[in-house]
């Protein structure tokens, strides 16, 4: 009696502690769908989402894009200094799941490393750009991250990303966090980069990126009509595939990837990144960036967790061709942590090999793996950041900076193609 007794009791014990977590956990549910139930609070002013992108040459054009009703409203554009003013019409076509129409308008035939101001339709306020130099004589630095998402921290990463005066800043993947079906999230991550993506001289930044799982529904292995907010405004870009390579004067080539969101990793993205690292091996600065990375720092590197973005087909498939072809560096996210691994080749630490940079906490945040646990992670740090590359001749530095300002971590990557040695 007694035993059945203490088991009786022990049991009803057990029961009474399992009540505590399932109430905390429902309360926690609850908390979440609220959240996720409330309006995203974005502006009705269609200008509040006006960005700058590239579909091509940045040296020699800007694409102006916004997101709004329909009203016809013509662009006028001059260089800074002076008053020839010409003007261009944007093109509309529908935003996705909304009534809002998405309003393109490429400017072509500008002029390298030039300073311009444009206006909107009647409007009076001179917006800011500058274009691209042809050759890299002086430094030129821009900025890189992902995983933002639209929440107080992405906004502070905006703030110290905007402060470095960068030409452009690449975001390669999970950009608003919209996951293919909430067009008013990715709406509101244009208002704040708007808002917050200019630079101290009042230029805007243009835009970069690369696809993510939170850019489609359904994460991984999908087709273009999963991702709508996104490819509505990145598919001047992104026109059939959802990869490509953008190459800056004779300086530098950004070649950025889709790790299976779309696009399989194997077959023709693999021929195609063979092709496109061949073509460019005199350029001084050759960097790949995609969104899942190949060595990851905190998600597991076996492949045992996920059925995609698990890394182990980028290692077969895009790691030897990186290292073939001595890409620079190669920027990845996902993970939400700052790491830096060490050159790898084969994934051993090789000092000809390849370094990874990443892991996507512009603004979302998780503790990192310990480099004691994963060898191949140099350096690692659970803290919301971006990083400011500047290039110098055929040296690159890479500022990791964090939400505060404060510097996370600094690495210099040389030139080791052929073509530059000597
Ligand atoms: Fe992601």
Known sequence: MHRRHFLASSLSGLAALSVGPSIFSQEKKAAKAAKAAAPVPVSSDPLASLFLTWQQDPTTTMTIQWVGKESVA??????????????????????????????????????????????????????????????????????????????????????????????????????????GRKPETFLKFLQNWRQHMVDPKGRLIPLVSCIGNHEVNGAYKQQRDKSPAYLSVFDGLFREKTFSALDFGDYLSLVLLDTDHIEPIDGEQTSWLAKTLAERQDRPHLICANHVPAYPSYRPSDGTAEKGGTGEDQRK???????????????????????????????HIDKNGVIYLGDGSWGKI?????????????????????????????????????????????????????????
């Open 317 to 347: 498939y895009w790691s030897p061709l990186f290292e073939k072809f001595n890409v620079d560096v190669v920027l990845e996210h996902h993970d939400h942590t700052f790491k830096r691994t060490h050159p790898l080749k084969g994934g």
């Open 74 to 179: 013509d662009i006028r554009v001059a260089p800074q200094a002076g008053d020839q003013w010409q003007t261009a019409k944007p093109t509309t076509k529908p935003f996705p799941d909304t009534e809002l129409k998405v309003h393109r308008c490429e400017l072509t035939g500008l002029t390298p490393g030039t300073e311009y101001k444009f206006r909107i339709g009647n409007g009076d306020k001179d917006l800011l750009f500058r274009t691209m130099p042809a050759k890299a004589t002086d430094t030129i630095q821009w900025v890189s991250g992902g995983d933002s998402g639209i929440d107080a921290h992405a906004i502070g990463t905006n703030i110290i990303a905007a402060k470095q005066e960068p030409w452009f800043a690449l975001v390669a993947g999970d950009l608003a966090y919209d996951d």
């Open 366 to 422: 998780r503790a990192p793996k310990r480099p004691e646990d994963r060898p191949y992670l140099a350096t690692v740090a659970e803290a919301y950041h971006m990083t400011v590359h500047r290039l110098e001749g055929d040296q690159r530095f890479h500022v990791a900076l964090e939400e505060s300002g404060k510097v996370a971590d600094v690495c210099m990557t040389n030139g080791k193609r052929p073509a530059k040695r000597g």
